[in-house]
């Protein structure tokens, strides 16, 4: 039985089913005024699929813990990656932009490593001292990510359009077998790697409501997240005609709809001295965000025929490898602190910086 509470809990699902009832109903409107009631509506609706996307992850955590670790971490970071998938999927639709995929990639991988890690280091640093966690999660994951990373953006650069299609496919493959393995592995033979000491149970998980509840609540949110992306991706789209801004920001939003339950989740985490978890979210969101989103995309691509552009520019090639590189450096001894932090966190404000210049 659902209880009352449980429904009063929702009411971020309810206002933003009322946003978009609104936000359809005065769209036109909106977008002949354009300025001010433009962004308004804009803001009103984008700050509505946050609440919605905080939901998603409130039943995903809920889940996490009846699960345990590892599975609860691959359930918080496939909710993220599968409403980053409906967004983008919806956007690209209405946008028809070769590069918005990319794009978003590179900013979730950006706002996960260095912005949710850098964050958490340094909170959980300050709080703590050094943070210890598993030397073999985070080895792993580096290895996939490199691996996910090269095949999937890095090499394309060098693949003709008469090679695209073949290679595309491969791709798509690829990305699909290297998911499933990591899966396995991550679950059964090599499960030791991503667990560190005591898992701890979230407060919240005292309801005793059942797990029906929590995952039908959690796919129809993702459905309601994509409902309200065609109304996103229409306004945003006008509100950036003309308007001088960086044409990057419609992924840059992409990417934080979907890392922004994460960062609380990772901060909470570290906050608690919970480093491992904290590293299985930062690091597992974004391997999950390539290994799922570029099979979407080059999917779809293939099936309509239109490349999609997913070689990086050479300034995103830099900041990945730069991020790589500390990443590896940072994650190789098994204990964070406030100074690594601080660097993740540094990579992070130069993403942001030069993304408002318009460099990305």
Do not use: C
């Amino acid at each position: 039985m659902i209880s009352q509470k449980y429904i009063r809990d929702e009411w971020p699902l309810f206002a933003a089913m009322a946003a978009g009832l609104a936000g359809f109903s005065l769209e036109h409107a909106a977008v002949d005024a354009g300025g001010l009631a433009l962004w308004a509506l804009f803001g009103m609706v984008f700050a509505t699929v946050i609440g919605v996307a905080f939901r998603i992850a409130h039943h995903a955590e809920v889940l996490a813990v009846r699960l345990g670790e590892p599975y609860g971490t691959l359930v918080l970071t496939v909710s993220a990656v599968s409403v980053e998938v409906v967004i983008l999927v919806v956007m690209l639709m209405d946008s028809h932009s070769p590069t918005l995929a990319r794009d978003t990639v590179f900013s979730a991988v950006m706002l996960d490593v260095n912005g949710i890690l850098g964050i958490a280091a340094i909170i959980g640093g300050l709080r703590h001292g050094s943070q210890k966690y598993n030397t073999g999660s985070a080895n792993s994951y580096l290895a996939m990510l490199l691996t996910a990373l090269g095949l999937g953006m890095f090499i394309p650069d060098f693949i003709s359009d008469t090679q695209w299609p073949a290679y595309s496919a491969f791709s798509v493959g690829i990305m699909a077998l290297l998911y499933l393995a990591f899966l396995r592995l991550q679950t059964v033979e090599h499960r030791e790697f991503f667990e560190f000491g005591k898992v701890e149970h979230e407060a919240h998980d005292t309801s005793g409501s059942p797990n029906w509840g929590h995952a039908a609540v959690l796919v129809g949110s993702v459905v309601l997240v994509g409902v309200l992306s065609e109304l996103l991706s229409v306004l945003l789209g006008a509100g950036l005609e003309g308007s001088g801004l960086p044409m990057t920001i419609p992924a840059v939003m992409v990417a934080l709809i979907s890392a922004s339950p994460e960062l609380m989740a990772a901060i909470n985490a570290a906050r608690h001295d919970r480093m491992q978890t904290t590293v299985n979210i930062a690091l597992g969101a974004s391997l999950s965000t390539v290994l799922l989103t570029l099979p979407v995309i080059e999917g779809i691509a293939l099936l309509t025929g239109d490349r999609i552009v997913m070689a990086l520019t050479p300034i995103q090639a830099g900041m990945l490898l730069v991020t790589l590189l500390v990443s590896m450096n940072n994650l190789h001894d098994g204990e964070s602190n406030a100074i690594e932090g601080m660097s993740h966190l540094a990579l992070f404000a130069g993403f942001a910086a030069m993304t408002m210049m318009g460099l990305f």
